[in-house]
């Protein structure tokens, strides 16, 4: 296969994941906020009773096409008497398996996030060159290879157990190897991430 090819079938998998059940994806998120505020209301005592920070933030990350999207969390930190952030025992019992983010479920419903697709990553860590990229052709998302092999969520970079460049090529394995065979195969293997974590 020559070079040109080559770019061709990257250019039409990437196309491919920007696309793939945008539609499908936001109609499934729609049908589960009703979920996803049952689970938030359960939350909410155990997050008061666990941190000194209002219970739901939002925190400003790079999403399609380099804008600015608000993500959505649950506050599952706490700040020392040093002004350090501590994890809380509500953060150590639902971050490992992501459950801290649900609330993005509404950012899919809203379009500004899918399924499939690179967690979405703060500016400070990305270059112009991911924007152009990964960014140009997809939507941030939950499921992806990234994830699996790193964790949940970017909690390896927060910890230092990865470099950003490391990270950002799974983004561009998954647009380069998309196909609905691939996206099986990651979902299968979140659910047994998830359920190892658990």
């Given amino acids: 296969m020559t070079?040109?090819?080559?770019?061709?079938?990257a250019f039409q998998s990437r196309k491919a994941l920007k696309g793939s059940g945008v539609v499908a994806g936001r109609a499934v998120a729609i049908a589960f906020l009703p979920l996803v505020a049952l689970l938030s209301l359960f939350y909410l005592p155990l997050i008061l009773l666990s941190s000194n920070e209002f219970p739901i933030w939002r925190q400003k990350r790079v999403g399609f096409q380099g804008k600015d999207i608000l993500v959505p969390k649950f506050s599952t930190m706490n700040l020392d008497a040093s002004g350090s952030l501590q994890e809380t025992w509500f953060g150590r019992l639902v971050r490992p398996v992501g459950l801290d983010e649900i609330l993005q479920?509404?950012?899919?419903a809203t379009g500004d996030m899918q399924w499939y697709g690179p967690r979405?990553?703060?500016?400070k860590h990305i270059t112009d060159e991911y924007i152009e990229s990964v960014l140009a052709f997809t939507r941030p998302g939950f499921i992806n290879s990234r994830s699996i092999a790193t964790g949940i969520g970017n909690r390896a970079l927060q910890g230092g157990l990865v470099r950003?460049?490391?990270?950002?090529?799974y983004d561009r394995n998954d647009l380069q190897s998309w196909s609905s065979l691939y996206a099986a195969r990651l979902l299968i293997q979140t659910v047994f991430c998830i359920f190892k974590l658990a």
């Avoid at 479920?105 to 899919?108: P, Y």
């Avoid at 950003?164 to 090529?169: L, N, P, S, T």
Wanted: zero cysteines; proline letters at 5%; a negative charge.
């Fill in 164 to 169: 950003v460049d490391e990270m950002i090529q």
């Fill in 120 to 123: 979405p990553f703060l500016r």
């Fill in 105 to 108: 479920i509404w950012l899919i």
């Fill in 3 to 9: 070079t040109i090819q080559t770019e061709i079938v």
